[in-house]
């Protein structure tokens, strides 16, 4: 069937579209169940497409996935929630980076087209719906798979590269004596790093392996079952009906060039930072031995639900706008005026990142805080020391600081440990080492030193190397 311009393709994201289904392209949904009797099954069309691609050729997933097809608008109803993920499009959740290391491994499987060039049956058969703008007349089925690598950095890419090649040679040309060598087998098992996303009726487990999904694609091949619609070839019903009971369509050619491009930029952007944030507050407990850290923890949560709040608005916001453009209610315009609204600046990416920061770092130390007060190890955090309200730079001013913070502790000896972040995080052994060293010597002394730990963390002074600073505070006894 040769596309006129009143012909659009899109990706089958839901999969229950026969020939004769009704389709809104503005929400891109299916509207009705509707289905006709194929007047043309195309068997012989019968065909594999496999290609490798490198993550330095992509800024993130919504690259990948209009290189296999995915176009602009329906992306858009994706990250907008207009329309739920299934299968492959599912790969827009993923949050890893993409980078010279990563690696896409997608591989499809034509099994049939159906196609209808009975027209006129398809518009007397299928019920009128005032939501519909177009009609499916042809259906492509088969399977689909997207395999994603992060390759450590300790490992050949190149290596990995040639074998990846020679498969997916073997996989396009449909050989039919397909199987891995011993060899092939280890080099594929020895990959940790795997996403995989496919049709469903395929792939039920993101975490599948990849040796599996090799092992399996004969199987899948010749098993219809596993067969699925993969894209939808959909006809205009204002072409069909020759009425005015159709929306009349803003032209999607134009859409990918005006400013609704800004919106995946942005959602992805924002999605990804959420996603990170979300991850932060699952790992703060849900008590402190702090009062001061449990009102710090509260006050995070309420800023975050906040910022989820207004995140919602503007989800909400920009779906009923882009439903509105794609149906000529509105200009394009509208979604930079939506964007730079006031209120909702709080979800400029820089800001939100700011906010992703400020909690990690606050985590950090609350989390270190805990542990050093759990064994009974005194936190002082010397970027909150100032002298004359200005920080201190120098490491004799915080010497002589702590001491005179440390006086009043009479009768006693007390080490301080100075340490930061960095040092904790690049010298884990070393930090393990002092910290175990510094407990078991105050056994030792039954308890009677005080160990303190200055974290350096945020300080001007940046630290070279962890630090023992011996002190002893006994008092004379007339004193």
């Known amino acids: 069937m040769k596309l006129s311009s009143h012909f659009i393709e899109r990706k089958a994201v839901d999969v229950s579209g026969r020939l004769g289904t009704l389709y809104d392209v503005s929400q891109d949904k299916l509207i009705d169940q509707y289905s006709v009797k194929s007047s043309e099954i195309q068997s012989t069309t019968q065909h594999s497409i496999c290609r490798i691609f490198s993550g330095a050729q992509f800024n993130n997933i919504i690259d990948v996935l209009k290189e296999i097809n995915f176009d602009d608008g329906l992306l858009q109803s994706i990250l907008l929630s207009i329309i739920q993920p299934s299968g492959i499009s599912s790969a827009i959740d993923y949050t890893q980076s993409i980078n010279e290391n990563t690696r896409f491994l997608y591989y499809a499987y034509v099994s049939k087209e159906e196609i209808s060039e009975d027209i006129d049956e398809i518009v007397t058969s299928s019920s009128y719906s005032s939501c519909a703008t177009h009609i499916i007349m042809k259906t492509i089925w088969g399977f689909e798979i997207l395999c994603i690598l992060s390759i450590p950095n300790d490992q050949s890419t190149h290596a990995l590269d040639s074998l990846l090649?020679?498969?997916?040679?073997r996989l396009e040309h449909n050989e039919k004596d397909f199987v891995l060598t011993d060899r092939e087998e280890d080099e594929i098992s020895s990959l940790t790093d795997i996403t995989i996303f496919g049709s469903e009726t395929c792939i039920d487990n993101h975490h599948t392996t990849l040796l599996t999904v090799f092992n399996r694609i004969k199987s899948w091949q010749t098993n219809e079952n596993f067969h699925q619609p993969l894209q939808y070839t959909m006809c205009c019903l204002e072409s069909l009906y020759n009425n005015d009971h159709q929306p009349e369509l803003c032209d999607s050619s134009n859409l990918i060039h005006d400013q609704t491009l800004n919106i995946e930029s942005m959602i992805m952007d924002i999605d990804i930072w959420i996603k990170h944030l979300v991850e932060i507050f699952k790992k703060i407990p849900k008590n402190f031995s702090s009062r001061i850290l449990n009102k710090r923890s509260n006050d995070f949560q309420e800023?975050?639900?906040?910022?989820?709040?207004?995140?919602?608005?503007?989800?909400?916001?920009?779906?009923?706008?882009?439903?509105?453009?794609?149906?000529?209610?509105?200009?394009?315009?509208?979604?930079?005026?939506?964007?730079?609204?006031?209120?909702?600046?709080?979800?400029?990416?820089?800001?939100?990142?700011?906010?992703?920061?400020?909690?990690?770092?606050?985590?950090?130390?609350?989390?270190?805080?805990?542990?050093?007060?759990?064994?009974?190890?005194r936190y002082i955090d010397i970027s909150t020391i100032r002298v004359g309200g200005r920080k201190l730079t120098k490491i004799e001013d915080i010497e002589a600081i702590i001491k005179r913070i440390l006086i009043k502790e009479n009768y006693c000896d007390v080490t301080v440990w100075y340490s930061d972040h960095r040092l904790q995080s690049e010298e884990p052994d070393i930090w393990k080492f002092l910290y175990q060293k510094l407990i078991s010597e105050r056994q030792q002394t039954n308890h009677r030193m005080i160990i303190v730990y200055a974290d350096f963390t945020d300080c001007h002074y940046k630290l070279k190397d962890n630090t023992l600073l011996r002190l002893s505070m006994r008092l004379p006894d007339n004193v």
């Open 165 to 169: 090649r020679n498969i997916a040679y």
């Open 303 to 377: 800023q975050f639900c906040n910022l989820l709040t207004i995140y919602g608005e503007f989800r909400s916001d920009l779906r009923k706008l882009l439903i509105g453009i794609r149906r000529n209610y509105y200009e394009s315009i509208e979604i930079d005026n939506v964007i730079s609204d006031e209120y909702y600046s709080l979800l400029q990416i820089n800001k939100i990142k700011k906010f992703f920061h400020k909690v990690n770092r606050w985590l950090t130390k609350a989390l270190l805080f805990e542990q050093l007060n759990k064994n009974q190890i």
